[in-house]
């Protein structure tokens, strides 16, 4: 879509955002959709993304870590706690 789009084709964009819309998202793509919104100071819409990661795959060592930072930038500091456990859990 992005490429679709910096050519000048507008709606052949859309179209390709409606499709990747349609598909499930897996952990690795809200890991990276996540990722992307954090450095972006859009902790919130991280938590989004990563609960679709999450679902999709709960031990998701990045959706883990992400959500933990997440939390972290939010100043949830005992949800973080959680989340650092549990990447610690995922890989010791």
Request: aromatic share 6%; proline share 7%.
């Amino acid at each position: 879509a992005r490429a679709a789009r910096a050519a000048g084709d507008p709606a052949e964009a859309e179209r390709l955002e409606r499709r990747a819309a349609a598909l499930p998202r897996t952990a690795p793509d809200a890991a990276l959709e996540a990722r992307a919104l954090l450095l972006d100071n859009r902790p919130r819409a991280a938590l989004d993304a990563l609960a679709d990661g999450t679902r999709a795959e709960p031990g998701h060592y990045w959706c883990a870590f992400y959500t933990a930072l997440a939390h972290h930038l939010l100043e949830r500091f005992d949800d973080a706690a959680r989340q650092y456990g549990a990447c610690l859990l995922i890989r010791p």
